[in-house]
């Protein structure tokens, strides 16, 4: 998605941020120093634990925030300066939906689109008819918004960053509180809006969400960045542990240690540690020959989770 | 940005270079949706039923108390203004029901609408979305303004519409003797009475800017309510001590009882001009605090 340009990095970058810092009232620091490139065209996962700034972030990104440092660019222009000429541009979901209880889904996609001065009142019921349908909402679209489950309110809420083709969408933990089944639609449909063309910023605190869907991602932790790449780089970047299923774990551990294997654990009947160099076949091959009966043995690929924790030092835990 | 137009249209071709227009007419669309968002909310309309319900009350009670043949107030006890000419004239009903609401039951009403504006937004997380769409922080609170005006209006014609059908059911309607003692053509009552409820209306100007500010301090739309209901009790009280009457001018509420000049020939304009002239500087101080204070909020909720 990359492609290669003559252009500065900048240029290319739907979302740049420098020095970017939040401090609240009362000195807890929020975001801290955020540098963060976004190229167009990419789906780019924002990762990290509960309370590691990632919504604040995404409010400064939005001009809702002021930043008490650096600065923010969206669409190539300043914000919250620009705000207005490029938030009609971007379509978001922030911090989960909000809702007009009283008015119908269809109303409340009137009432947002009403709110955007550059949406033409002549195609805003086409449009409110199209995002509904778009999110598998058209059924219900009558109902009051107070009686939509979690998960029919977050689809509308994503139907009103919709309501118009739009070159950004910031969607904030878009799969909250929805079913196996609606995660399942909800990321058919990211990827399909990425087809399109629109660069998707998605946060999350999912790991295996954003590897299935993301082509880029930073991860944040405790307001800073740890790193930014794309997913296929920091996959690769952890090797993956080696894996023997066996009935015979003892005698396992013993040849494996022999042949150089590390940070051996032994859980049951599985062996898990970091493979040493070379190919691994002769491996298995030494386990055989030593009598141990291997069930299953291979190499598990590392995941962000792996990429994470040896990033930060810690668990993927809400930070304190 | 725009080398490779024909090439790649999936997103290179992105209109990047030029941002959508903003049309001036468009933007009224805010205006409308904020108006239709008000006054669908059944809170709205059960305040609105509560202020028709006033007159009817008071219409139906005077009835039968002079059902007899008696007067109002015979006991003693003192009623709203214009209270014992409602049986001469139905037309009465209007001004004593907006004598009888304005202290409190009609601001307070204004004071829920005010109090809820951007704290309801905020607190319902609507806010937020709005903000994104770009509604655009002064075109907003613009907006917020105008409904919260359009209620006062709404408010006080709800009063003397009920009121003036009210009294022309239950009493006789006629010419109308005005406090100066003049008569006047029913025609000519009208009139007058339509220009005390717009003067009513203005004179709720000054709660509704305060109203305002105080709903964009906070997050919580009950506490911006209570705030602004609170301040209106508390000014009020304030208002009705002789002792503290050097602040009195000061108060928004001192000169609302004023409108009943319209209703003298020639009209005595002294309270009424120096009722509008503290709305207006009311609405002008705590309406360009709202906006201060709006424009420079981080919206967190």
């Known amino acids: 998605m990359t492609e290669p340009t003559a252009a500065p990095e900048d240029d290319s970058a739907v979302i740049s941020t420098q020095g970017l810092t939040k401090r609240y009232r009362g000195g807890q620091l929020a975001v801290d120093a955020l540098d963060l490139s976004v190229p167009r065209g990419s789906v780019f996962g924002f990762l990290g634990p509960n309370g590691s700034g990632k919504t604040t972030t995404i409010r400064m990104l939005l001009g809702l925030i002021e930043p008490s440092g650096g600065t923010a ?116 449909l990211v990827r399909e809006l990425a087809g399109d063309g629109s660069t998707v910023f998605l946060s999350s605190h999912l790991l295996d969400e954003i590897e299935q869907v993301c082509t880029h991602t930073a991860v944040m932790h405790r307001g800073r960045l740890v790193t930014q790449g794309t997913v296929a780089e ?87 | 940005m725009s080398q490779a137009e024909a090439a790649e249209p999936a997103y290179d071709g992105r209109p990047a270079a030029a941002p959508p227009d903003v049309r001036p007419l468009w933007a009224l669309g805010l205006f409308r949706s904020e108006l239709l968002v008000t006054f669908r909310r059944w809170r709205t309309l059960a305040l609105l039923a509560v202020l028709a319900a006033v007159p009817v009350v008071v219409g139906i009670a005077v009835k039968a108390e002079t059902s007899d043949g008696g007067s109002i107030g015979g006991g003693g006890g003192e009623g709203p ?30 004071g829920v609408v005010a109090g809820d504006a951007v704290a309801g937004e905020a607190s319902a997380g ?41 009294g022309a059911l239950l009493f006789p309607t006629g010419e109308v003797t005005l406090l100066s003692g003049t008569t006047v053509s029913f025609g000519e009552g009208l ?8 003067v009513v209306a203005l004179s709720l100007l000054g709660l509704a800017a305060l109203g305002l500010f105080i709903s964009t301090l906070t997050n919580s739309g009950i506490a911006a309510m209570a705030a602004t209901v609170g301040l209106l009790i508390t000014v ?62 981080d919206v967190t909720a």
């Open chain 1, 73 to 188: 660019r969206l669409l190539g222009e300043p914000m919250p300066g620009s705000a207005r000429r490029v938030l009609p541009r971007v379509g978001a979901l922030i911090e989960g939906p909000a809702l007009y209880g009283f008015l119908s889904g269809r109303e409340n996609l009137l009432r947002y689109d009403a709110a955007d001065p550059t949406a033409d009142p002549r195609t805003r019921a086409a449009r409110v008819e199209t995002a509904l349908e778009r999110v598998g909402l058209a059924a219900a679209a009558g109902k009051k918004a107070r009686a939509y489950s979690l998960g029919m309110k977050q689809r509308l809420g994503l139907a009103a960053a919709l309501l118009q083709p739009r070159e950004l969408l910031v969607l904030d933990e878009p799969t909250n509180g929805l079913d196996p089944q609606g995660m399942r639609e909800i990321r058919a």
């Open chain 1, 234 to 320: 920091m996959s690769a970047g952890a090797r993956g542990r080696l894996a023997v299923t066996t009935p015979d774990p003892g005698e396992a551990a013993r040849v494996l240690k022999e042949r150089g294997v590390s940070d051996l654990v032994t859980d049951g009947e599985e062996l898990t540690g970091d493979p040493p160099p070379g190919d691994l076949a002769e491996l298995n091959a030494a386990l055989v020959r030593a009598g141990v009966r291997v069930r299953a043995f291979g190499v598990r690929r590392a995941s962000l989770e792996d990429v994470f924790v040896s990033l930060t030092g810690e668990g993927f835990d809400v930070a304190g």
């Open chain 2, 81 to 110: 203004a214009f209270i014992s000419q409602i049986t001469n004239n139905g037309l009465f009903l209007v001004f004593t029901s907006l004598a009888a609401t304005l202290p409190f039951f009609l601001p307070m009403t204004v």
């Open chain 2, 126 to 166: 609507t806010l937020r979305y709005l903000l994104v769409a770009p509604a655009g922080r002064t075109r907003l609170l613009l907006a917020k303004l105008t409904t919260v005006l359009v209620f006062c209006l709404a408010a006080t014609l709800t009063v003397a519409l009920s009121a003036l059908v009210t």
């Open chain 2, 191 to 198: 009139l007058r009475a339509l220009a005390i409820a717009a």
């Open chain 2, 236 to 297: 009020q009280i304030v208002n009705a001590i002789p002792q503290l009457d050097e602040f009195h001018p000061f108060l928004f509420p001192n000169y609302w009882l004023s409108f009943a000049d319209l209703l003298r020939d020639p009209i005595y304009w002294g309270d009424l001009l120096k009722n509008l002239g503290l709305q207006a500087l009311y609405a002008a101080v705590f309406g360009s605090a709202a906006w201060a204070r709006f424009n420079n909020r």
